[in-house]
């Protein structure tokens, strides 16, 4: 059984910065593709960031680009998110996701949630202004 589970969300003013983990057990993790998702109240999840594991690739949203970093690290099988500039819109839980699949067609399969078998809790993020 995969587990997913996050860690370090919380509040913080509109500027700051947040890490987000994800620590995964259960199967090899350096044969996943890693992604983070999130969900404001009342909308849809939506796809923020990922990374594969081959060849290490990383995918953003363009609302995340250049203020959010994805990162992995497979000795500690940890995926985080360091998420940079925060404006209250980035409010929202936060998921971990996993998929053992390959990518061939990048963005398009790194930003969609069916893609990813396995997910994590969530862990709320709160950006006040």
């Known amino acids: 059984q995969v587990r997913l589970v996050e860690s370090g969300g919380g509040l913080v ?3 700051g910065s947040l890490r987000l983990s994800c620590e995964v057990s259960g199967r090899t993790f350096s044969s996943y593709n890693m992604g983070w998702f999130r969900q404001a109240p009342g909308k849809e999840r939506e796809f923020a960031a990922a990374i594969s594991w081959i060849p290490g ?3 953003y949203a363009g609302s995340v680009k250049g203020r959010f970093t994805i ?3 497979n000795a500690k099988s940890t995926v985080s998110l360091q998420m940079n500039r925060l404006n209250p819109e980035d409010t929202a839980v936060y998921y971990c996701a996993a998929d053992p699949g390959i990518w061939n067609r990048g ?3 790194a930003s969609s949630p069916d893609e990813y078998d396995y997910w994590g809790q969530g862990t709320q993020v709160t950006v006040s202004s």
Request: glycine content about 8%.
């Open 107 to 109: 963005y398009v399969q």
């Open 13 to 15: 003013q509109a500027g």
């Open 57 to 59: 690739s990383t995918y």
């Open 71 to 73: 990162s992995r690290d």
